[in-house]
């Protein structure tokens, strides 16, 4: 018998279904953000994703399913996507997935649906995509790809384009926070709380009562 339930439940499958492997190397995505988040999403999270309100379970497979969606024609312009880069840095393995790289156009793209497009990207899409850069100008040993960010717009399909130049600063103060976060994990302690705006959307703002 149909239910809402059973429907919530689908998107979760979704998720899981396209999730990647837990494993110990450190994500970009973990350390452009709250490092306690990254910490408890690690320590806390159910592989299974019973940890995200249903409700979060349907906006994160919609946002997903518009990668999909991409993915196919970016693919036919040449772009490789979803591919795995891993930077060692001795004791600790850095990984970044782009969405969509294309050696030859020396271009990375990352897609990004949101509520609202604003005038400047948001900090922490370009931490991620400038690292992102630092990396692939790191294992190519060229210069780094230019950088693109794709907003699509939720309700109303308007997409914006925002350019971006690596910023060598930036990628660095990336992997000091990507040392900072080894050591906490490395001794199973609860890195500070970094709040921001974000900690309205957080799934751990009940345990992190920041
Ligand atoms: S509520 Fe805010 S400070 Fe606390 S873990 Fe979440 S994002 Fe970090």
């Known amino acids: 018998m149909i239910s809402e339930q059973l429907i919530y439940d689908a998107f979760r499958r979704f998720l899981v279904k396209k999730s990647r492997p837990r494993t110990e190397a450190i994500h970009v995505s973990e350390v452009v953000g709250c490092l306690r988040k990254a910490y408890y999403n690690r320590k806390y999270g159910d592989e299974q994703l019973n940890h995200l309100a249903p409700t979060k379970r349907v906006i994160l497979s919609l946002g997903l399913s518009t990668h999909l969606i991409l993915e196919e024609i970016l693919e036919e312009l040449g772009y490789k996507t979803e591919s795995i880069y891993t930077l060692n840095l001795g004791g600790l393995k850095l990984v970044g997935t782009p969405d969509a790289v294309n050696p ?14 604003q005038e400047h990207p948001l900090e922490h899409h370009i931490l991620q995509l400038n690292t992102y850069q630092g990396i692939l100008k790191i294992i190519y040993d060229s210069r780094p790809p230019l950088g693109h960010i794709i907003y699509i717009h939720k309700r109303d399909g308007q997409i914006k384009i925002h350019t971006h130049t690596f910023d ?19 001794q199973d302690q609860e890195p500070p709380a970094e709040q921001s705006w974000l900690c309205h959307y957080c799934e751990w703002k009940w345990r992190c009562k920041p």
């Open 104 to 117: 030859q156009r020396n271009s990375i793209l990352e897609i990004k649906t949101v509520n609202k497009l």
């Open 168 to 186: 060598e600063q930036l990628f660095h103060k990336i992997i000091e926070r990507a040392r900072i976060y080894h050591q906490y994990l490395k």
